[in-house]
């Protein structure tokens, strides 16, 4: 008998929370004049960005960003230096970009014009981690939608065709 | 593992794991050019100026409505050579399911057993260990002279019951097959889980 299997966790998020997320990020948008601000999860995948996207692959940046804080997180571990709600800054002439490490599950990363005073933005990166935190501890996450209902035969016939649907021999 | 509700759409993370040169790249490459461009990213690759992977590769790519869920793959790849462990554990966090790529040369036999054991001890201080997760094996390089038995491959691995594929990634042969078979045990999971 095989063992009994489980994924590593992850993320749901419900109507309610994307909509409050949404509201802080389009305030946060607006108080720091960022050109981006991006919320993702700690494997890279974006859940909710706000700003010019223009020309920005947003899939890579997510994966790039949840890499560069995981090195960052890293490289303080190895130095005994790690502590948590880290936050990275690069500074550059025309942007600066902070990445920011709200909680176990969600990384915030702002792209922000070198005008706008440093320790301005990094006040807003944490008012909004404290607020993104706080709005999803308030909804309860009690999604029951029924999740891929379907018998296991069919399911499996179901993911082989989209699968052969995207795939080019 | 991240499912947006309001878009109906399921994240899920596929790592490719494996010794040095045994081909997870050239799966990830195969993956990105046979798959329709309007379903799939870029693909991002962190190489070094020797072309090795310094980081990771990475693409996502979406499947079209399964029981309205849109499933949205994201595939990586970790660095293979011994010296960029630290860097290989950071990309199999938040793994939901894992590829080992397994190289069949007579001389890597030991390599893949390092890196088996590599990705055993990385899952374990995860806390999500071999048994734990949807895991497939995939025997790549099945068209070299010094090739071994795929039953010589499987038990000096101590395998066991995981779906094992014979590829030869670099002409795309055994590439789907293996994205198949970690596709469907990773939904099936999601499946389970959320029941």
Known sequence: MKNPMRLTGGMSIIPSQEELIDNILSSQLEKSQARLILLIDTSGQVISFHGERGSIDLVALGALTASDLAASAEIARISNLYQENQMVIRQGSKMNTIVFDVNRNLILLYIVPATVPLGWVCYLVRESSAQIKEALSKIQNNQDDKFFESDNENLHELINNALDQVWKE | ?195
């Open chain 2, 1 to 195: 593992m991240n499912i947006n509700w309001q878009l109906r759409q399921l994240r899920l993370k596929i790592v490719y794991y494996g010794p040095a040169m045994s081909g997870k790249t050239t799966n990830i490459e195969q993956i990105h050019k046979r798959i329709d461009p309007s379903n799939r990213s870029n693909l991002v690759s962190l190489k070094t100026n020797e072309d090795r992977t310094l980081f990771f590769d990475f693409m996502q790519f979406e499947l079209g409505k399964i029981c309205g869920m849109a499933p949205c793959i994201q595939l990586y790849t970790v660095p293979g050579q011994e010296y960029y462990k630290a860097s290989r554990k950071l990309v199999l966090r938040g793994a939901d399911g894992v590829v080992f790529v397994a190289d069949s040369s007579a001389a890597r036999i030991n390599d893949n057993l390092e890196s088996w054991l590599d990705m055993g001890n990385a899952l374990n201080e995860m806390n999500h260990p071999i048994g734990k997760i949807p895991l497939v094996v995939q025997y790549n390089k099945r068209d070299l002279a010094d090739a071994v038995s795929i039953q010589s491959l499987h038990q000096s691995l101590g395998v066991g019951a995981y779906p094992e594929f014979e590829a030869v990634a670099f002409n795309g042969e055994g590439v789907f097959n293996t994205l198949k078979s970690i596709v469907n045990d990773v939904i099936f999971q999601v499946q389970k889980e959320l029941q």
